[in-house]
């Protein structure tokens, strides 16, 4: 059988592997790691979570937990993977990120249907192997250039931010306390409480902090999706205290009083021995970082394992270029896969990597590439959104239940209307994925 090419061994493009191999299909992954690491990679290893360590939430009425489920229907290997290496988040799925990837990489590394190959590709191959492109929004820029060239449309940019983690051996828990907002659930959030003063003085200090440089052509581009800490702070002096420091629900033990306001930490790792600060991406340049991050009480002697950056995010306008399969109109050897489709975040590389891997498997084999699923579900939804031609400008999408046709009856209350949601989905895929044995091939 002929091989499959993946290029890029993310999230998508380690999925796409995956699932090709257990369909009994040979794949030549393709990655530049570890010799060469795009500007947010840090890991050697394959399948790295590049910012927060959260896959989102777990309750299955919610959109991102019906597409966790979804998933799991589709048998998605790299969320088994997280779910075996969950660390405590309250309702949320977080992951031991070290652990995560270093199982990925394992399992393709021994898998002997796929041949891993270390390059930086600087143009797309030109053969007659079917490739699912999967490079993710730091694609570099020649490959993108090359990418440009099979394209109708012009590419599009934005920007993302990651949040800095800290140690938490450098927390003072003394000041800092565990607690989840009205004590719901687990207390699995570190909190760093400040009274008004501090507020004040650490506001006044951020809102002029030094940032880092931006290329001058990117510096016209808009700021979309990620709002960094320091542009929140902007907008004015009680921004951050209605948005991620708000201390509502988070009365301090030590004090038995209710702060003016809160930074949140969350567990980065199952050791616990990583936090990262909630809510805080930012283009302050280091140094600020270290000395402004400082004044919040309880992290004076902040350990800083990674600091926040921001970067360029790229992706193409998929509703002119791609199928719903995820093929690509103009040239049906390609599929893309990940966020370079302008599927936005972890669980859409996910689901965008098995879905262009099963087209890809069914086109191999000389079938028709028709793995498209139910208008009921919000993958199948995601699938028409990047396919459906309009005449407005594309933008990146998330799962969310805005996308699904409206239900039947009109439930008011949001949990309820989230579960019918959930059955229609769930009863239209099982159907559908029982008339489409693919899946079921898989071990
Ligand atoms: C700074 C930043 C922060 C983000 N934070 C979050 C977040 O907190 N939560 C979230 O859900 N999403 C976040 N995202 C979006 C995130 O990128 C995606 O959710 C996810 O990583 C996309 O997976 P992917 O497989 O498409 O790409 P990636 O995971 O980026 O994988 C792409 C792979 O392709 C390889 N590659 C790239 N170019 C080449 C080349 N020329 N030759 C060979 N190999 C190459 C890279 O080494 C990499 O392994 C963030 C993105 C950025 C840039």
Do not use: W
Request: charged fraction near 25%.
């Amino acid at each position: 059988m002929k091989k499959i090419r993946v290029i890029g061994a993310g999230l998508a493009g380690s999925e796409a592997a995956l699932t090709l191999a257990s369909l009994g299909q040979p794949v030549i992954l393709i990655d530049m790691k570890p010799g060469r690491m795009t500007p947010a990679h840090r890991s050697e290893k394959l399948g790295e979570l590049v910012c927060s360590n959260s896959l989102k939430s777990l309750q299955d009425f919610t959109a991102t937990g019906l597409q966790k489920k979804e998933l799991e229907l589709l048998n998605s290997q790299l969320l088994s993977i997280a779910m075996k290496h969950r660390v405590p988040a309250g309702n949320a799925l977080a992951v031991d990120r070290e652990a995560f990837s270093e199982e990925i990489t394992r399992l393709i590394m021994d898998n002997p249907l796929i041949e891993y190959e270390e390059a930086y590709l600087e143009s797309l191959p030109d053969d007659d192997l079917i490739t699912i492109v999967a490079t993710g929004p730091l694609t570099g820029n020649q490959l993108f250039a090359s990418i440009q060239e099979k394209l109708a449309e012009e590419s599009l940019y934005f920007y993302d931010a990651v949040a800095p983690i800290v140690s938490f051996e450098s927390i003072n828990m003394d000041v800092a306390y565990k607690k989840s907002r009205y004590d719901k659930g687990t207390a699995d959030y570190i909190n760093c409480p400040m009274d008004k003063e501090t507020y004040q003085a650490f506001y006044e200090e951020l809102i002029k902090a030094d940032l880092a440089d931006l290329e001058d052509f990117d510096r016209k581009l808009v700021f979309e999706g990620c709002m960094p800490i320091e542009a929140m702070a902007r907008r004015g002096e009680d921004t951050l205290r209605f948005g991620p420091m708000k201390p509502v629900g988070l009365t301090n033990p030590h004090t038995g009083e209710r702060p003016y306001a809160v930074v949140q930490l969350r567990q980065e790792d199952s050791y616990a021995s990583m936090y990262n600060l909630v809510g805080f991406q930012t283009r302050l340049k280091f140094p600020e970082q270290k000395r402004i991050f400082r004044m919040i009480p309880g992290l004076e002697k902040a350990e800083f394992l990674r600091y926040g950056v921001m970067h360029r995010n790229t992706y193409i306008a998929s509703d002119h270029e791609l199928e719903a399969t995820f093929r690509l109109k103009s040239d049906p050897r390609f599929y893309f896969a990940g966020q370079i489709t302008g599927l936005e975040g972890y669980l859409c590389a996910l689901s965008s990597g098995k879905i262009a891997a099963i087209n890809a498997y069914l086109q191999n084999r000389g079938e028709e590439a028709n793995f498209v699923l139910p208008e009921e579900t919000l993958l199948g939804q995601l699938q028409t959104y990047l396919s459906r031609e309009s005449s407005k400008k594309f933008e990146p999408m998330n799962a969310n239940f805005g996308l699904l046709p409206p239900l039947e009856l009109r439930i008011k209350k949001k949990q309820e209307r989230g579960m019918a949601y959930r059955d229609r989905s769930l009863e239209s895929l099982q159907a559908y994925l029982k008339k489409h044995a693919i899946i079921s091939e898989a071990p």
